[in-house]
Every structure is written in C-alpha cells, then in structure tokens.
C-alpha cells in the first residue's frame, strides 16, 4: 500500500505546474479584452473630448482674466497717482501756509522776546518755505526718490518721522471715532 501512495502523489505534483501556467496565461489575455473594450466605448472617447474642452475654455477664461486683472491694475495705478499727485500739491500748499504763518508771526516775536528769536523765526519759515518749494516743483518719483535717500542716509530720523506721523493719525482718528 505503501507503494500505491507514492504513485498518487507523484500524480498530484504534475497537476500543480499546470495551475500555475493556466494563471500565468489568464492576465495575457485580459489585456486584450480591455483594448478590445476601449474601442467599443464611445462614452470614453466623448468624456476625453469633454475634457480637452473644458481645459480649452478654462485656459482662454484664465487668459481673459489675466488681461482684465492687468487693465484693472493699471486703472488703480492711475487712480492712486492722480490721488496721490493731489494729496502732494495739498501737502505743498499746507507747508506754503506754514511758512507764511511764521513769517507773519516773526514780527510779534520780535516785539515780545526780541530780535534774535524773531530771526530764528525767519529763519524756520525760510526753511519751510523752502521745503513748500522743493514739494511743489517735483513729481512724486523724484519725491519717492528722495525719500529713499533719505531713509537710507538716515533711517533714525526715517522712523522718528514714521513715529511721529503715525502718532498724529492716530490722534486723528481716535478724535474723529469719538466725535460721532
């Protein structure tokens, strides 16, 4: 019997190669089916046309965006220079009034502390007036050139003036929110 049992098995040993080329020849085939299948699948080829459109028209939306963006860009660039060339001839005109305030106050200084205090105010409204001058003479690049210099040259006095000036709009502000 012992004998009977080892010819079955040797049987059974075969048997198990042949599984495993049988497996090895199904996926060789199902490729074939899918090509097969793609070509039989117009609703494939109507989603890939779909897609291609979609991705025309998105990139001729985005192209059409940029250009509006780029328009409105140079519309705010106007609208802020016209703004800020107008706030620059105010800033000239507030200064001019400064220095002439102080020109008509160097008389009364004279009388009331002397002639050497009434030169120092001369002498301040020279200096503003001159400054009235210089603003209202160059455009805002030259201003924004100058300015560079100047925070370049001197940062100190750069933030000093940055404090200051926020100082006052702050005070601005507060006193205008609580006015109303």
Do not use: C, W
């Not at 097969?36 to 291609?52: E, M, S, V």
């Amino acid at each position: 019997m012992a004998k009977a049992a080892t010819p079955a098995a040797k049987k059974a040993t075969p048997r198990a190669p042949a599984k495993a080329a049988a497996t090895k020849a199904a996926p060789a085939r199902k490729p074939a089916a899918k090509k097969a299948a793609a070509k039989d699948h117009p609703i494939r080829d109507q989603l890939a046309a779909t897609r291609d459109t979609i991705k025309s028209e998105a990139s001729k939306k985005a192209a059409s965006l940029k250009d509006e963006a780029a328009a409105l860009k140079s519309q705010a660039s106007a609208k802020a220079r016209e703004a800020a060339t107008k706030g620059k001839d105010k800033a000239a005109e507030a200064v001019g009034s400064l220095a002439k305030l102080l020109e008509d106050g160097a008389g009364t200084v004279d009388s009331k502390f002397g002639k050497q205090y009434g030169d120092y105010a001369r002498s301040a409204a020279a200096t503003v007036a001159g400054l009235a001058s210089s603003l209202d003479k160059k455009d805002l690049d030259e201003l924004a050139a100058s300015t560079r210099d100047l925070v370049k040259k001197n940062p100190a006095i750069a933030v000093g003036a940055a404090t200051v000036v926020g100082f006052v709009l702050a005070r601005l502000l507060k006193g205008g929110s609580s006015s109303d």
